[in-house]
């Protein structure tokens, strides 16, 4: 796999951890990482995506309807 490098300081029980993981089922410290990360990454994402919608809607950005008229449409009335 070819890619750009990043370097990181990790702590020496992060390294074990990952040493060991990467011992027991035969992959690489890296495989993880980039594991790690996209996963990571993934959730960093979507949550400022969440935080930006918030903040648009709070501003009268973006279209929104009340919860009363959500629960008429999805029929939730009682």
Partial sequence: MSGAVISLRVDARQKERLDALALKTGRS???YLRKALD????QLEYIYEL????EAAR???LE????EDLEDE?????
């Fill in 29 to 31: 410290g890296a495989f």
């Fill in 59 to 61: 501003k009268g950005e």
């Fill in 39 to 42: 996963a990571y990454l993934d």
């Fill in 64 to 67: 929104t309807i009340s919860l």
């Fill in 51 to 54: 935080e930006t919608e918030a």
């Fill in 74 to 78: 999805c029929g939730l009335v009682d």
